[in-house]
């Protein structure tokens, strides 16, 4: 079993605060708050990754909007109990904040990171998910539980395309993988009942590479999810 929970579960991002933060919670007197980060596409489009950071990131600095930073985290879940049901919550929790204050640093920023990359050391949860759009284009969906400390896991969605796509449609559910790969923020509508519909915002990390762990005892994940929340 892979103990080092900061191996476990890294991740980059580099982009700029498009919201106010707010406030989170608090633990042990410690107050953690959250916001939005733009972070950029090849494309030119970008997505929109909520963060969660301590107070103690933000002694010397403020978070205004259009500031560029760099944060190095993990990427979490948790569950959220509302309308009588668990709902699966995501969010990068910050461990570093660097904050980019001139063109000269945000050009040694771009130098030095990916501006949007996370890798995950994890056991797959739930039988994959394998289907073709309309468009013919192969898409896979998997659920990772990622080791964290103090008994606790994060249980993070992936989705894989291509190769990689049929590749997972016949991993075991227990199997440990690594996934390096990019948060990424999708938009979809969500139709109920009665006929109403709402838009809400997916967060998962879309694969460029997987590998399956060669060990001899892996860890089997219970598929009945159930996440304990730690400092988020």
């Not at 933000?58 to 500031?67: G, Q």
């Not at 996370?118 to 309309?134: D, E």
């Not at 005892?217 to 159930?226: F, G, L, P």
Request: charged letters at 30%; aromatic letters at 10%.
């Amino acid at each position: 079993m892979n103990t080092n929970y900061l191996e476990n579960n890294h991740l980059v991002l580099v982009g700029k605060v498009t919201s106010d933060k707010k406030f989170s919670h608090e633990i042990y007197g410690e107050k953690f708050y959250i916001f939005d980060l733009e972070v950029p596409r090849l494309s030119g489009n970008a997505d929109i990754i909520p963060i969660t950071i301590s107070e103690r990131l933000l002694e010397s600095e403020d978070l205004a909007i259009d500031k560029k930073i760099v944060v190095e985290g993990q990427f979490r879940s948790y569950n959220s109990y509302q309308n009588e049901r668990n709902k699966l919550v995501l969010t990068v929790f910050a461990k570093d904040v660097k904050f980019v204050e001139n063109q000269e640093e945000e050009i040694q920023a771009s130098k030095d990171f990916i501006s949007n990359e996370v890798t995950l050391n994890g056991y797959i949860c739930k039988k994959p998910i394998y289907r073709q759009t309309p468009f013919g284009r192969e898409i896979a969906d998997l659920l990772l539980a990622v080791n964290r400390a103090y008994n606790k896991s994060d249980y993070i969605p992936c989705i894989a395309w291509g190769r990689n796509a049929r590749f997972c449609e016949n991993i075991e559910v227990g199997t440990e993988v690594k996934i390096i790969g990019r948060v990424q923020s999708r938009s979809y509508e969500k139709k109920y009942e009665d006929g109403t519909s709402e838009t809400k915002i997916a967060y998962e990390v879309s694969i460029s590479s997987l590998e399956i762990v060669k060990q001899d005892d892996n860890e089997i994940c219970d598929e009945n999810i159930e996440v304990q929340q730690e400092a988020i």
